[in-house]
């Protein structure tokens, strides 16, 4: 069974401050990963796609990707009440029509 | 651009009624389809998805159906709803040569 595994949390971080995601997976020939941000009682929305290791910047977002130790994070600074949502993170299924295998999701509050 | 909707947002239906919900997308072709459902604090199980019109792929046993009548129309169905049918339905898209998916707005379903 793949498996991607995330922190439920919830986790609370200051205003301001760096908000860590942490994510990993078992499928050792995975290669892509995203993740996505979900408002509560709305859909998901890709936020941060990333293909090989190490860093990938978008803005406040950092995605960073290990395939070694296959873990992969987000990374949000300069953090606001606005990023306060469920993060998804997923990776890609080889077989089959592009499927995705979700984390169940890390909650994030950021206070003010 | 291209756009992802489902209908209805939100139903409330008795156990033991018929269901059907409805995703289409605009502005690309043959896409790869998915229906997700996520259970209330959990996250997101992937139920059906569909590389082509008239192929569909099942990922959970269970009293749901769907089809594939036109390149860009999902539909999801129920002959006899359960309590346990009660749920965010989420439609995804993908492009035939990625991993990326991206959400409609779902469809809030309360089975009573």
């Known amino acids: 069974q793949k498996e991607v595994e995330q922190n439920s949390g919830p986790l609370s971080v200051p205003e301001g401050a760096i908000a860590s995601l942490n994510c990993t997976y078992s499928?050792?020939?995975?290669?892509?990963f995203f993740w996505y941000r979900q408002y509560s009682g709305k859909s998901p929305e890709l936020i941060m796609s990333?293909?090989?290791?190490g860093d990938k910047e978008d803005g406040r977002f950092t995605a960073q990707l290990n395939k070694a130790s296959q873990y992969v994070s987000l990374l949000i600074r300069d953090s606001q009440p606005s990023d306060s949502a469920t993060y998804l993170c997923?990776?890609?299924?080889?077989?089959?029509?592009?499927?995705?295998?979700f984390g169940q999701g890390t909650r994030l509050t950021i206070n003010p | 651009s291209q756009t992802i909707h489902q209908w209805p947002a939100t139903l409330v239906q008795p156990v033991g009624s018929p269901l059907s919900l409805e995703c289409t997308v605009e502005?690309?072709?043959?896409?790869?389809l998915y229906w997700y459902r996520q259970a209330a604090g959990r996250g997101l199980q992937l139920l059906f998805y569909?590389?082509?019109?008239?192929?569909i792929s099942s990922e959970v046993p269970q009293n749901l159906s769907a089809s594939r009548p036109q390149d860009r129309q999902f539909i999801l169905s129920s002959k006899k709803l359960l309590l346990s049918d009660s749920g965010f339905y989420l439609c995804?898209?993908?492009?035939?040569?990625?991993?990326?998916?991206?959400f409609g707005p779902g469809t809030r379903l309360t089975v009573t």
């Open positions: 499928d050792r020939v995975s290669q892509s």
């Open positions: 502005g690309t072709s043959n896409p790869n």
């Open positions: 995804a898209w993908n492009y035939g040569g990625g991993y990326e998916q991206y």
């Open positions: 569909s590389v082509g019109i008239g192929q």
């Open positions: 997923a990776v890609n299924v080889i077989q089959g029509a592009q499927k995705l295998v």
């Open positions: 990333i293909y090989s290791n």
